[in-house]
């Protein structure tokens, strides 16, 4: 304990024995009491007014300085603190797009592989569709009679043909049939135009090859011919043809020899009057 905080606890000792003084022979024990207590708070405030500002005032240039610098490391800290707020955020940001990018690339690294489970199979297919295209040809040159519906070998190549389409169905390859359609360039390939009656524009009115298509993919368009809409023009008939020429040369014939006799009788009279003047 310092010197100076020595004397002021012995004169805080010396206040507290005689400082405050009761008067007994007041008659209001009440207002005696009250009067007491306030002169006791006010001894109490003027202690401890006397106490900080005795060793606060000693202080005050260190205690700002100290202050001063709390708030300026404060204030450090705070700028700190909002810059890792921000590379947080920034790093949240990367983490989320990263997880999206690594979600998408893992949906399409799946889609694309089942894609190709899906159409393992369409080279296979793309060479038995021309054998099924023969086996068809076949099958329409059976005659359709009792006789035929009646064998068993044509039934069972029937039979045969029916599994096929069985089978191929069963494994997402289909037959689609353009013969009455209208033209789509998705599943159709137009190998010529022609006109025909009764028939409307882009009309598939026949089909060299049928369209297949696996699962929902063509793997061969439908050869076809489409009716361009206008209606055939009637050719000329031969026989009334060959009838005109004839008539058109009978006519020139005719008119042949008397332009022949017209040229001799001129030449005569040319002649005659040639030997009448002595000319050669």
């Known amino acids: 304990m310092t010197e100076e905080e020595k004397k002021y606890s012995e004169e805080l000792e010396n206040e507290n024995n005689g400082a405050i003084e009761i008067d007994e022979n007041l008659d209001d024990a009440g207002n005696a009491l ?7 708070g006010e001894h109490e405030k003027s202690k401890k007014k006397r106490f900080f500002n005795k060793f606060v005032g000693k202080s005050d240039g260190k205690t700002l300085k100290e202050v001063k610098e709390l708030e300026e490391k404060a204030a450090k800290l ?3 603190l909002k810059l890792k707020d921000e590379k947080i955020a920034e790093l949240e940001g990367n983490v989320k797009a990263l997880v999206a990018e690594n979600r998408n690339q893992k949906t399409r690294i799946e889609n694309e592989f ?20 023969d086996f068809d040809k076949a099958m329409e040159f059976i005659p359709k009679n009792e006789e035929s519906e009646n064998n068993p070998f044509i039934q069972g190549i ?6 096929f389409d069985s089978i191929c169905n069963k494994h997402g ?25 009764g028939k409307e524009a882009n009309e598939i009115v026949a089909e060299y090859v ?4 696996l699962h929902d993919r063509v793997i061969r368009p439908a050869m076809v011919v489409v009716a361009s809409g206008i209606p055939a023009t009637k050719p000329a008939e031969p026989e009334e043809k060959a009838e005109e020429e004839i008539e058109a040369e009978k006519n020139k014939v005719e008119e042949q020899p008397e332009t022949t006799a017209e040229t001799a009788e001129n030449v005569s009279e040319t002649a005659e009057n040639n030997e009448e003047n002595g000319n050669c």
């Open 78 to 80: 705070e700028e700190q």
């Open 34 to 40: 009250q009067a007491f207590a306030n002169e006791l």
């Open 158 to 163: 029937r039979n045969l043909g029916a599994k």
């Open 210 to 213: 049928k369209c297949y298509k």
């Open 173 to 197: 390859l289909v037959c689609i049939s353009s013969i009455g359609e209208k033209f789509d360039p998705a599943i159709h390939q137009a190998m010529s135009m022609i006109n025909v009656d």
């Open 114 to 133: 089942r894609s190709k489970i899906k159409f393992a199979v369409e080279d296979f297919f793309k060479d038995f569709i021309t054998v099924k295209d």
